[in-house]
Protein backbone atom coordinates (compact mmCIF):
# COMPACT_ATOMS: atom_id res chain seq x y z
CA UNK A 1 0.00 0.00 0.00
CA UNK A 2 1.30 3.32 -0.69
CA UNK A 3 -0.30 6.82 0.25
CA UNK A 4 0.70 10.40 0.16
CA UNK A 5 -0.01 11.50 3.43
CA UNK A 6 1.40 14.06 6.04
CA UNK A 7 1.80 12.78 9.76
CA UNK A 8 2.95 14.73 13.05
CA UNK A 9 4.75 13.09 16.11
CA UNK A 10 8.25 13.07 17.68
CA UNK A 11 11.49 12.21 15.92
CA UNK A 12 13.23 9.10 18.15
CA UNK A 13 16.24 6.65 17.07
CA UNK A 14 15.39 3.81 15.40
CA UNK A 15 18.50 2.30 15.30
CA UNK A 16 22.54 2.37 16.24
CA UNK A 17 25.62 1.66 15.05
CA UNK A 18 28.38 -0.39 17.41
CA UNK A 19 29.56 3.07 18.68
CA UNK A 20 25.75 3.62 20.12
CA UNK A 21 25.69 6.30 17.21
CA UNK A 22 21.80 7.16 15.81
CA UNK A 23 21.99 5.52 12.59
CA UNK A 24 18.06 5.78 11.68
CA UNK A 25 15.28 7.77 12.72
CA UNK A 26 11.70 6.62 13.31
CA UNK A 27 8.15 9.34 13.58
CA UNK A 28 6.54 8.71 16.57
CA UNK A 29 2.95 9.96 15.85
CA UNK A 30 0.51 11.28 18.51
CA UNK A 31 -1.72 8.33 17.86
CA UNK A 32 1.32 6.10 18.75
CA UNK A 33 1.93 4.59 15.82
CA UNK A 34 5.66 4.33 14.62
CA UNK A 35 6.72 5.17 11.33
CA UNK A 36 10.42 4.52 9.85
CA UNK A 37 11.71 7.26 7.94
CA UNK A 38 13.42 6.09 4.59
CA UNK A 39 17.22 6.58 4.19
CA UNK A 40 16.88 9.51 1.22
CA UNK A 41 18.48 12.85 1.17
CA UNK A 42 15.28 14.84 3.07
CA UNK A 43 14.99 11.83 5.90
CA UNK A 44 18.88 12.05 6.51
CA UNK A 45 17.92 15.71 7.86
CA UNK A 46 15.61 14.07 10.36
CA UNK A 47 18.61 12.70 12.32
CA UNK A 48 19.44 16.26 13.58
CA UNK A 49 15.74 16.66 14.85
CA UNK A 50 16.04 14.16 17.31
CA UNK A 51 12.95 14.35 20.32
CA UNK A 52 11.70 17.37 18.42
CA UNK A 53 7.85 17.43 17.26
CA UNK A 54 7.64 17.25 13.51
CA UNK A 55 5.43 17.48 10.63
CA UNK A 56 6.34 15.21 7.84
CA UNK A 57 4.94 15.24 4.39
CA UNK A 58 5.82 12.17 1.92
CA UNK A 59 4.71 8.74 1.11
CA UNK A 60 4.00 5.48 3.03
CA UNK A 61 4.79 2.13 2.39
CA UNK A 62 3.41 -0.38 4.19
CA UNK A 63 5.82 -3.25 4.47
CA UNK A 64 4.15 -6.07 6.30
CA UNK A 65 3.75 -4.46 10.12
CA UNK A 66 6.18 -1.94 9.31
CA UNK A 67 5.12 1.07 7.90
CA UNK A 68 8.12 3.41 6.30
CA UNK A 69 7.79 7.08 5.11
CA UNK A 70 10.04 8.08 2.12
CA UNK A 71 10.34 11.91 3.21
CA UNK A 72 9.66 14.92 0.52
CA UNK A 73 9.09 17.41 3.32
CA UNK A 74 9.46 18.38 7.33
CA UNK A 75 8.76 21.22 8.82
CA UNK A 76 9.22 21.87 12.84
CA UNK A 77 5.41 21.64 14.40
CA UNK A 78 5.41 24.51 16.79
CA UNK A 79 1.88 23.76 17.67
CA UNK A 80 2.53 20.05 18.74
CA UNK A 81 -0.84 19.50 17.59
CA UNK A 82 -2.26 16.11 19.10
CA UNK A 83 -5.15 15.49 17.27
CA UNK A 84 -3.74 14.97 13.83
CA UNK A 85 -1.62 12.02 13.58
CA UNK A 86 -2.15 10.71 9.86
CA UNK A 87 -4.16 12.47 7.22
CA UNK A 88 -3.83 11.53 4.00
CA UNK A 89 -3.30 14.33 1.45
CA UNK A 90 -6.04 15.17 -1.27
CA UNK A 91 -4.27 18.39 -2.14
CA UNK A 92 -4.52 19.00 -6.36
CA UNK A 93 -6.35 15.68 -6.58
CA UNK A 94 -3.58 13.31 -5.66
Known amino acids: MTEKTTIR??????????KGD????????YHEEKYL???NIIGRNLMFLLKKKVVVDGVIKD???????????????EHGTQDTGRKINQRNGK
Open 37 to 39: VAD
Open 63 to 77: KGSVKIIYAKTIRLD
Open 9 to 18: GIVIPAAWNE
Open 22 to 29: VISVAIAT
